[in-house]
Nanobody, 123 residues
Framework: VQLQASGGGLVQAGGSLRLSCAAS????????MGWFRQTPGKEREFVAA????????RYADSVKGRFTISRDNAKNTVYLQMNSLKSEDTAVYSC?????????????????WGQGTLVTVSS
């Protein structure tokens, strides 16, 4: 599966952005979908993930209550709604797909990765 993330940009602290990740292929609903982020010199960090049928979501503690992950299997797209953004949310955000039923939070669990989209939060 090929993944294409979009929606990044520059936003002021306290603002909102919605990231999208469009997937190719007809088996999108077979994949757990996740969002990760990375800043220079740091490890890739888990942000959020959603199960194949949207019944379960999982979030990093740092984004709970501010970010919402969702998916539309009819559109082969996963979203990340980011509200109340902080300067520490600045990173390159990437989407990933895991051919599994387990909603994992570690990068090695994921099989496919999209290119990143840069989110910059100014304080």
């Amino acid at each position: 599966v090929q993944l294409q993330a979009s929606g990044g940009g520059l936003v002021q602290a306290g603002g909102s952005l919605r990231l999208s990740c469009a997937a190719s292929g007809r088996t999108f609903s077979s994949y757990v979908m996740g969002w990760f982020r990375q800043t220079p010199g740091k490890e890739r960090e888990f942000v959020a993930a959603v199960s194949r049928g949207s019944g379960r979501t999982r979030y990093a503690d740092s984004v709970k209550g501010r970010f919402t992950i969702s998916r539309d299997n009819a559109k082969n797209t996963v979203y990340l709604q980011m509200n109340s953004l902080k300067s520490e949310d600045t990173a390159v955000y990437s989407c990933a797909a895991d051919y599994s039923s387990v909603v994992a939070a570690t990068p090695p669990e994921y099989d496919y990765w999209g290119q990143g989209t840069l989110v910059t939060v100014s304080s």
